[in-house]
Every structure is written in C-alpha cells, then in structure tokens.
Nanobody, 123 residues
Framework: QVQLMESGGGLVQAGGSLRLSCSAS????????MAWYRQVPGKERELVAA???????NYADSAKGRFTISEDKANNMVYLQMNNLRPEDTAVYYC?????????????????WGQGTQVTVSS
C-alpha cells in the first residue's frame, strides 16, 4: 500500500522560500510520476510540478522559474523547493503519486495522495 506524507509547510513572508518534502513508502512498481498539487478553498486541485521516473519535469506556468521539483529515489523522497513566494501561492499542498496522467495535471481517481501541508504566504 502506497503511503505519502508531506512536511515543510508553514507561514512565510512574500519573497521568502520553503522546501516541501514528501516521504513515499510502499511504492507501486507502476507508479512513474510524482507530483505536487495545491488547492485553495472553493477551487479545484491544480498541478504545481511533476517529475517523471525518467527525469522530465512539468511545471505550472505560475511555478516556472520559482519552484523546483526533485526526487531522491534512493530514499523515496520528493521535494518541492519554492522560492520568491507570493501571497497567491497560499494553499494546501499535496504530494501525489500516479501512473502518468498526473504529469499533465490530470490525476486519476486511483492516484495516491498525502494528507496535505498548509503553505501560507503573507504580504
């Protein structure tokens, strides 16, 4: 059974940085994309960044140039380094593990999710 657990969220001032971590256990051999999504109340969950098992990455336009997704396969960890944070980045951030469609912002109902970590950026 796949389990994902996020950490690293918190309160930061605009322009600051945070690094989110996701610990993955029980990884299914078919899971080939790890991703970070975020959600604010009243809106759909949206892709922030994704990384394929072979290395390619995909970023939301809002994240390009500011966020970096990386993976430590040896330790089953995925990270999201977020720099130059803006108030509009405030959201609950979720770690996601899927089989491919999540790479393009189309998570499937059978994807795996963490419990989420709150990121709050003050102006």
């Amino acid at each position: 059974q796949v389990q994902l657990m996020e950490s690293g969220g918190g309160l930061v001032q605009a322009g600051g940085s945070l690094r989110l971590s996701c610990s993955a256990s029980g990884r299914d051999i078919g899971l080939n994309v790890m991703a970070w999504y975020r959600q604010v109340p009243g809106k759909e969950r949206e892709l922030v960044a994704a990384i394929s098992i072979n290395g390619p990455t995909n970023y939301a336009d809002s994240a390009k140039g500011r966020f970096t997704i990386s993976e430590d396969k040896a330790n089953n960890m995925v990270y999201l380094q977020m720099n130059n944070l803006r108030p509009e980045d405030t959201a609950v951030y979720y770690c996601n593990a899927g089989y491919g469609e999540n790479f393009y912002g189309r998570p499937m109902h059978y994807d795996h999710w963490g419990q989420g970590t709150q990121v709050t950026v003050s102006s």
